[in-house]
């Protein structure tokens, strides 16, 4: 049985730390969103799959208690940064197996600065990839995931070329679409030289190329094709056409490659599942929303995606191919370094673009005539999630 999206709801994205609404009344707010854009009730979920990152263990239960008590199964999702995604493809398949027509997937996070720090101590959960990041290079006084990031960001320059103005180009893009969008954390242009200028954060990178550190939930309203049928959605109902979660293999870290250490082969093997399922390529899709948590990521990941040959990603960045005008247009919604990113909200925030990018209700960030979405949500320790959605 095939699953569609019926209806998505998510919060303004905004700084977290900013005196704003708790976790259940964004997640309430989502949801309300999404119920209603389903024309539908909390009584008619049958299942949910919350996730989240930094909140306690069974956050998921507490911030649905205000949307209903009804008393259904409720799944705790922890993927780290692919925890939204993951929780999505939970209610698919509780659909696809039949055992519900109408499941419910949010994704939420209220953050702090010291929530993405990391930790080089003890057993991490990134103990493989600090591995291959020690064996070559020395632990500095920052972020670990943007020492992560950071030094992929050098081997890219080094091995292929890429410039400081490609990797920035990445952020000044998505600056520009998330003005077009009411709910992204930021909402003004920046330009190259405000990126490049901005403060260093390790290696190439520079403040405006990393994600923020942001609040907000999302929520996505999955149904079966029965109940697309019998409540009359087929207008507005998007099929997610074909999904692939993968985790990481020797690939990861074999060839000490900190390209392969921050996730390329999970993507690979993740979008060539996606495109086996469905029988398309990514020359069929349209429109794109993908994990830029860094700049450098956005890069890797058209390589990784099929977008241009490996290597050739900095130019392709610059080419103006991934903008409104260009053969793709990635990240309309501002992408995580602009719109933001609450790590269990993103995936699912995902969802939202694309089912209004589909259903063409995208306003002034609409992709003219997109028939096919394709979102890519990574976590590292690792967890990868691909999601093919095909237009009503």
Request: charged share 20%.
């Amino acid at each position: 049985m095939n699953a569609y999206v019926a209806g998505v709801g998510l919060t303004r994205f905004s700084k977290s730390g900013a005196g704003g609404p708790s976790y259940p009344a964004l997640v309430t707010e989502a949801v309300g969103d999404a119920l209603a854009d389903a024309g539908m009730s909390y009584d008619d979920v049958q299942r949910a799959a919350v996730g989240y990152v930094f909140q306690p263990s069974a956050a998921g239960q507490r911030a649905l208690y205000d949307v209903g008590l009804t008393g259904i199964p409720v799944v705790n999702v922890n993927n780290n940064c692919a925890t939204g995604s993951t929780a999505l493809m939970l209610a698919r398949e509780w659909v696809e197996a039949e055992l519900s027509d109408v499941a419910l997937a949010v994704g939420f996070e209220q953050m702090t600065k010291d929530a993405m720090s990391g930790s080089a101590a003890g057993v991490s959960t990134v103990d493989r990839h600090l591995d291959v990041m020690r064996s070559r290079h020395d632990m500095a006084d920052a972020p670990m995931m943007t020492q992560f990031f950071g030094h992929a960001a050098e081997e890219h320059m080094r091995r292929h070329g890429t410039t400081p103005e490609q990797l920035a180009s990445i952020a000044v893009k998505n600056h520009e679409h998330s003005t077009r969008n009411p709910l992204a954390q930021f909402q003004e242009p920046y330009s190259l030289e405000r990126v490049l200028g901005d403060k260093p954060v390790h290696g190439p990178l520079t403040r405006s190329q990393c994600s923020p550190v942001s609040d907000g939930a999302a929520a996505a309203v999955v149904v079966s094709e029965r109940v697309v049928r019998h409540r009359g959605l087929t207008a507005q109902a998007v099929e997610i056409a074909a999904q692939s979660l993968v985790t990481d293999t020797t690939s990861s870290f074999e060839t000490g490659s900190m390209i392969d250490v921050v996730g390329a082969p999970m993507t690979r093997r993740a979008v060539d599942d996606v495109f086996n399922r469905a029988g398309v390529g990514i020359h069929d899709v349209d429109v794109i929303e993908l994990h830029d948590c860094f700049s450098i990521n956005e890069i890797i990941s058209y390589e990784a995606l099929g977008l241009c040959p490996e290597g050739k990603g900095g130019v392709l960045a610059e080419s103006g191919a991934t903008t409104y005008g260009g053969r793709w247009v990635v990240n309309p919604s501002g992408g995580l370094i602009s719109k933001g990113h609450p790590l269990g909200a993103t995936g699912i925030a995902q969802c939202a673009e694309l089912t209004w990018q589909l259903r063409g209700q995208a306003g002034e960030r609409q992709v003219p005539g997109a028939r096919w979405g394709l979102a890519h949500n990574l976590g590292l320790g690792g967890a990868c999630v691909v999601t093919l959605y095909s237009a009503p």
